[in-house]
């Protein structure tokens, strides 16, 4: 993805539209993390030890399996609805909001496989690397609409035509990757992996309901190129074979 916004860059302004295009697409800003934040932006509330100890527990030795310096802060969001998890922050300060329904709908264990799944993408530090590609994705988007104004033939002007659809492919590849990636070191960290696969068809069962996945037809396989997570039966899958190694 830097290699290719750097590309628009040069094809719009030579060396220094390179650099001005590669110094905007790597400026992040970290996500701001506090009580009052997660409540007013999120509408997610603090969850205490006091209130949950045995999963405040887990949560403590997982962390410390995966290598944090401290546990994430723990909010849950008020929709009895939705069956979800967010992961914000990196290793050095985090948390995870986990949705009513998701409380509810699923057990101590299963709630820890999907917590082990939020932990992992802190600890690999996804946020960043997800806030840096959208990042890029925005300035090859940008770059090339800028360079679609100068008249070019052939090969330049067919780069920056397709520049935006590479790059949000590179974007969502680079997604499904890290959640491939935060499955594997979820199995780590928890002692229960069955637990956790349940807590994965438990989502895809609220999300699609009854239906049941059938071999794909070529248009539909092309289509999970731009899905942003994989679907949930290639999750257990690679779950499944990992297990058994």
């Not at 403590?60 to 939705?82: I, K, T, V």
């Not at 009513?100 to 993408?121: C, F, N, P």
Request: hydrophobic residues 40%; negative net charge; contains cysteine.
């Amino acid at each position: 993805m830097l290699l290719l916004v750097a590309l628009c860059g040069w094809v719009v302004g030579g060396e220094e539209g390179a650099h001005w295009a590669v110094s905007g697409g790597t400026g992040t800003t970290p996500a701001s993390i506090s009580p009052e934040t997660m409540l007013r932006q999120y509408g997610a509330h603090r969850l205490t030890p006091q209130m949950w100890p045995a999963l405040f527990d887990q949560l403590q030795g997982m962390s410390r399996r995966a290598g944090l310096p401290r546990p994430p802060e723990l909010y849950y969001l008020p929709d009895p609805h939705s069956m979800n998890a967010y992961a914000l922050g990196g290793p050095e300060h985090s948390a995870v909001t986990l949705t009513e329904g998701l409380l509810r709908g699923m057990t101590l264990g299963e709630i820890v496989g999907i917590l082990a799944h939020e932990v992992a993408h802190i600890s690999n530090n996804d946020g960043w690397a997800m806030a840096l590609a959208a990042g890029l994705y925005r300035t090859t988007a940008l770059t090339a609409l800028m360079g679609a104004g100068q008249r070019r033939d052939g090969p330049l002007a067919l780069l920056l035509s397709s520049a935006p659809m590479v790059g949000q492919m590179l974007h969502m590849a680079l997604s499904r990757i890290r959640e491939f990636d935060a499955d594997a070191v979820a199995l780590d960290l928890v002692d229960d992996p069955h637990a956790f696969l349940t807590a994965l068809h438990k989502l895809e069962h609220h999300h699609n309901g009854d239906r049941r996945r059938q071999p794909a037809p070529p248009s539909d396989d092309m289509l999970r190129f731009l899905r942003s997570h994989p679907e949930t039966w290639e999750r257990v899958g690679t779950l499944l074979r990992r297990s058994w190694r």
